[in-house]
């Protein structure tokens, strides 16, 4: 069973946005130690930080394209329950042990970012690929949203075996509902809800090497799985370059891939 990919697309513009509640600027380096309040006055240019709702209360730590009117969401912290209640504000703070970690006002954590490599954090760094990296002193990667994602893929973006994304609840709710985009630990693309009703059927089978091996969304908007063998399982056809365009492919809450 065929199916193509859906890349969605943002002409560049120049118009520059100055939201609040923002934490680190493009290929800019924040230390360890470094906070932001969502009931601070930051005003630094900026795609990650605090998104505000149209309920005044509640917060979205986040990751948007900051230079479009539209300010797109492309990451956020805590698909389990990510906007919050804060009457007295939210704190993330980059610390050394744990990476990012969210609190209330009142220290209760929230979330963290729980690095899957170890070692001792010294920086973050936000990548003009819409990356947030958390790195030791030596530039190592020890967490990245990349290999975290929630509902989006970026050019450039790569998912592994064992990973997922999935879609959130409605237009304005970001917990996660039930469509899930999942790459096995087999090698095989499968979309479900509940149960699956697409697959890749990217499998070893009789052809050594025929499995899947990556996900990859390149930086000329191709969808493909990279085969253990080398080889391509394409999604889209159409090239279309990142630096003319923001591109996207988000899992919607109504279970399209876009």
Not at 35 to 61: D, K, P, R
Not at 115 to 130: E, F, L, R, S
Not at 158 to 163: K, Q, T
Not at 178 to 206: K, M, W
Request: proline share 3%.
């Amino acid at each position: 069973m065929a199916m193509a990919f859906t890349v969605r697309l943002f002409l560049l513009s120049s118009l520059l946005l100055l939201p609040t509640y923002v934490l680190a600027q493009t290929n800019g380096s924040i230390a360890v130690g470094a906070s932001l309040s969502t009931a601070g006055n930051s005003s630094w240019l900026s795609a990650f930080g605090f998104q505000q709702h149209e309920n005044n209360n509640l917060f979205l730590l986040s990751i948007w394209f900051a230079k479009i009117p539209d300010r797109t969401i492309v990451w956020y912290a805590n698909g389990d329950k990510p906007a919050r209640s804060a009457p007295n504000g939210l704190v993330v703070t980059l610390t050394a042990s744990s990476g990012l970690v969210l609190t209330s006002r009142q220290g209760e954590q929230l979330w963290k970012s729980n690095q899957t490599v170890a070692g001792v954090v010294a920086h973050g760094v936000m990548n003009d690929t819409g990356n947030f990296v958390l790195e030791d002193k030596k530039s190592a990667k020890l967490w990245e949203t990349f290999k975290n994602p929630t509902d989006t893929m970026l050019p450039g973006q790569i998912m592994e075996r064992g990973g997922k994304i999935s879609s959130r609840n409605s237009e304005t709710d970001y917990s996660r509902r039930c469509f899930q985009l999942d790459f096995h630990d087999d090698g095989n693309l499968v979309f479900s809800e509940q149960r699956p009703f697409y697959s890749t059927a990217i499998t070893t089978g009789s052809v050594p090497g025929h499995d899947g091996l990556q996900l990859v969304f390149n930086v000329s908007g191709n969808f493909y799985i990279l085969r253990v063998n080398g080889g391509h399982y394409p999604f889209t056809a159409e090239e279309l370059a990142a630096r003319d365009y923001y591109l996207q492919s988000t899992l919607s809450f109504d279970g399209v891939l876009a």
